[in-house]
């Protein structure tokens, strides 16, 4: 996971994959994919906005505090969380705005530095500045344990938007 995207030797998804009954968002160099119950593809020039409004964003303290209190539930055996957060992601199109639920990446959630770094990552994709490969050529070469903390993840598309600045 970098930021709000989930990358993996299948690709880049925004959002984590999609539950049983639910809908993905998948990000390729030609455009933007959903899949899942609902369905749409478009192509970056097709698309004049992409955004996250409600992914889950706590201060480092809190994210902490939720995560022990997570962890401390679960293991009285009150059990945790049985599904990951959902969040709204905007699609702008010239035609119109549409609105697709996926699952947040992030337990228990995102930093908002991480938030607004991705949006502008997402906004480089739109005006074809950079395209999601920079994300999975990241993840092929890359070492990359399952999951980075959130600094690390700030500090990735740090780099990614540096890397492609003046393309």
Same mark, same amino acid.
Request: aromatic residues 8%.
């Given at each position: 996971?970098?930021?709000?995207?989930?990358?993996?030797?299948?690709?880049? #998804?925004?959002?984590?994959?999609?539950?049983?009954?639910?809908?993905?968002?998948?990000?390729?160099?030609?455009?933007?994919?959903?899949?899942?119950?609902?369905?749409?593809?478009?192509?970056?020039?097709?698309?004049?906005?992409?955004?996250?409004?409600?992914?889950?964003?706590?201060?480092?303290?809190?994210?902490? #505090?939720?995560?022990?209190?997570?962890?401390?539930?679960?293991?009285?055996?009150?059990?945790?969380?049985?599904?990951?957060?959902?969040?709204?992601?905007?699609?702008? #199109?010239?035609?119109?705005?549409?609105?697709?639920?996926?699952?947040?990446?992030?337990?228990?959630?995102?930093?908002?530095?991480?938030?607004?770094?991705?949006?502008?990552?997402?906004?480089?994709?739109?005006?074809?500045?950079?395209?999601?490969?920079?994300?999975?050529?990241?993840?092929?070469?890359?070492?990359?344990?399952?999951? #980075?903390?959130?600094?690390?993840?700030?500090?990735?598309?740090?780099?990614?938007?540096?890397?492609?600045?003046?393309?």
């Amino acid at each position: 996971m970098a930021g709000l995207f989930w990358v993996d030797g299948k690709g880049c #998804l925004l959002g984590a994959p999609p539950l049983r009954d639910g809908t993905g968002i998948r990000l390729t160099d030609a455009g933007l994919e959903v899949f899942g119950t609902e369905t749409g593809s478009w192509t970056w020039e097709q698309v004049e906005r992409v955004t996250v409004v409600d992914a889950p964003v706590r201060s480092a303290f809190r994210r902490g #505090l939720s995560t022990a209190l997570s962890f401390a539930t679960t293991a009285a055996g009150f059990g945790g969380p049985e599904e990951p957060p959902l969040m709204t992601v905007r699609v702008t #199109l010239a035609e119109g705005e549409r609105a697709y639920e996926v699952p947040s990446a992030a337990w228990p959630a995102y930093s908002e530095r991480e938030v607004a770094l991705s949006h502008r990552l997402l906004d480089r994709f739109t005006s074809g500045a950079a395209r999601p490969s920079l994300l999975t050529g990241w993840w092929r070469v890359s070492d990359c344990p399952v999951a #980075l903390r959130p600094a690390e993840r700030e500090a990735l598309l740090e780099e990614l938007l540096e890397r492609w600045a003046g393309r």
